[in-house]
């Protein structure tokens, strides 16, 4: 059972669209963290959101922590090939023996 | 780059065998955490050290072993080898307070373990 479902786990587009990568969990976290992992290399850290309700923007990036910090979700605005990549999120809970948690990621695709 | 290093790259063994594989954290950086992905299961948390002492387990398997060096370089055994174990292991290093659990982690390249 995955303690974080992230959805949807694949999302080709076009260059110029806009997308939502939504990350769930029925599990409070004390913070979330967002990564970007390009093949062939390591998960590199974007954002982390500690607040309920939280939003942080990174250039066309947008991320929220949910209220209740059970879930949280990734805007992109006019994506472009160079955001291709896998996002992951990850969670961390004291609950959950102080552990950093992580999605199963979704795969994004921009073609030109 | 991140600044954690991993080797080797690649490494392609037969069942039952055993490797090890190397990671040097950031500079600095006290933490080192092991993970283990792959296609199906994503991103799993192994084990995590610091300073030396290891400070949080996961899913890691009996024929799995990890130790921090006085160097703070880690080294991660895997024994017995199944062909299930083929996947991609990332070593990750966090800042050196130690105090935040949840600390950013900062990733190396990963060694590409293919059992055959």
């Known amino acids: 059972t995955q303690l974080l479902e992230q959805s949807p786990q694949f999302l080709s587009i076009q260059e110029g669209e806009n997308l939502t990568v939504y990350c769930n969990s029925s599990s409070v976290f004390s913070s979330l963290q967002w990564y970007r992992q390009e093949p062939g290399e390591g998960p590199v850290l974007l954002v982390t959101?500690?607040?309920?309700?939280e939003v942080k923007k990174l250039k066309r990036l947008t991320f929220q922590f949910g209220d209740a910090r059970k879930d949280s979700s990734l805007h992109i605005t006019a994506a472009q090939p160079g955001d291709t990549g896998l996002y992951l999120c990850?969670?961390?809970?004291?609950?959950?023996?102080?552990?950093?948690?992580f999605g199963q990621g979704t795969e994004l695709s921009v073609k030109p | 780059d991140s600044g954690v290093t991993q080797t080797p790259k690649h490494l392609i063994t037969a069942t039952g065998q055993r490797v090890t594989l190397r990671c040097s954290p950031r500079s600095g950086d006290l933490s080192v955490y092991w993970y283990q992905q792959s296609l199906d299961q994503g991103l799993q948390f192994l084990i995590q050290y610091y300073n030396g002492e290891e400070r949080a387990k996961g899913n890691i398997l009996e024929r799995f072993s990890a130790q921090q060096f006085p160097d703070l370089h880690s080294e991660l055994n895997l024994s017995s080898l199944e062909l299930g174990d083929s996947a991609l292991y990332f070593c990750?290093?966090?800042?050196?307070?130690?105090?935040?659990?949840?600390?950013?982690?900062?990733f190396g390249n990963g060694t590409r373990l293919t059992v055959t």
């Open positions: 959101v500690v607040t309920g309700g």
């Open positions: 990850a969670g961390f809970s004291y609950n959950q023996g102080g552990k950093l948690i």
């Open positions: 990750a290093s966090s800042s050196p307070s130690g105090q935040a659990m949840d600390s950013p982690l900062h």
